[in-house]
């Protein structure tokens, strides 16, 4: 029989927003159950080397490493205390609402299993069912991907699976990188390459300085902010990295090396405002081991959506989850924090993490001014690095959109156009896009704008269509064999 964790407020997820909401939670006086699919805490902002290699990881490359410690030393001191259960290597895989009693208000029930890392690894503790009366999910996000052709390539990566690989590891999974995109998140991840030592040939940014002339007063609301670009110029100049504007990467060029085919250089060009390539724009850097591609991010919906919250557009384009003052959803007792709500940045997560662990807890309003300001920053953000609108013109009929069921942009065009697929889950449907191992979290947002066609945005019914799963991980068939018929 799977084993039963009860308390008052369980957290899913471990990053700055979950961690935030743990502690509050705790030390609001509610008993804790924070889940979390890492093997310790930090979540993808916060990821560092494994603690007990030596010496210990002192934060270097991390932004916010004090708000971490502080975080961290209050959490294990709740732990220590009993007041928080701590399970980590776990994925919620089916979370629910339990049927309300005349005694007591609904609560929660959560069903986990090990990520597939941890179980490989053997130190597995088993899955476990989670109860509680009040939910917090901060299940965060991951790097929102356009195809281009050349990109399902070896030696493509994700902007933030590189920067991820650097922090958990402490090396870098190449030598001389390219990276493109839009949005501040390239900085870091430029200036963590140079610090370990990679070679950046070049950032190339799809959008322009100019784009954040309409939003300076949100700008001027968040000073820091202009503190870490001025870092980031830093390092920039002492590492020689060039950083071009109204940039794109049109092709990752690929050739064969030890047998195998891998990317090896990028043809580049300038676009104009709208994304579109500029003709006589064109140019090629060679021998590149490492191509990383940072769209902005994608909320991971899979567990919101499954209590049928209340959804909206944010201002980049995501499906968000819609929260009032106290972070609460249109679901009484469950809460959102973090990414959900809108991809603002870690500081914004931490805030509204401690938001959302106090009244879960049942403690008093906390909405803070440094919140409304940071909310305001990063619509500005998205405002000043949109995805550009003529991205489509990149592709190709035969560049792969789906990677996972090798879908092309042509087998989705000659949906949409000979089928009728205007939407995400009908793309699914006619083309086995998004069916693969990752479920459409890579190719959902192209796939979804590629059904709405060029230049028009995905609807909210589509991204809805494309996070939305009957189990938001993969589980064993034991464990579906082993529900009790009332857990249907």
Known sequence: MTPIVSADVAVVGAGPAGLAAAVSAAETGAAVVLVDAGAQPGGQFWRHRPETVVPVPDGRGHHGWRSYLDLRSRFDAARGQGRVTYLPGLQVWMAQQNQPTQADDAGFTLRTTPTVAVAASGAAAGPQTVVARRLVLCPGGYDRQLPVPGWDLPGV?????????????????????????????????????????????????????????PHLRAAAGVPEKALEGAAYAAVFARHRIPYRTRSIVTEVLGSRIFGMDRASGVRTAKVDVEGSARPGT?????????????????????????????????????????????????????????????????????LEGITAGTAAAGGPMMREKTAVRHRRFAEAMHGAHPVPAGWQDWLTPETTVCRCEEVTAGQITEARETLGARDAKSLKSFTRAGMGWCQGRVCGFASACLGARPGASPTAESLSGVAKRPLAAPVGIGELAALDANDH
């Open 157 to 213: 990566m994700t902007a933030g699976g590189i920067q991820a690989f650097i922090k958990a590891n402490g090396i870098l999974p190449g030598k001389r990188f390219v990276i493109a995109g839009t949005g501040p998140f390239l900085l870091p991840v430029a200036a963590n390459i140079a610090e370990a030592g990679g070679k950046v040939l070049a950032v190339l940014e799809s959008s322009s300085p100019t784009a954040w002339l």
């Open 282 to 350: 064109e140019r090629i850097y060679e021998e590149v081991d490492v191509v990383g591609f940072g769209w902005g991010f994608t909320p991971q919906m899979e567990l919101p959506l499954s209590f049928g919250i209340e959804t909206q557009l944010d201002a980049d384009g995501s499906l968000v989850g819609v929260v009032d003052e106290r972070q609460q959803s249109s679901v009484p007792g469950l809460y959102l924090a973090g990414e959900v709500t809108g991809v603002g940045g870690a500081t914004l997560a931490v």
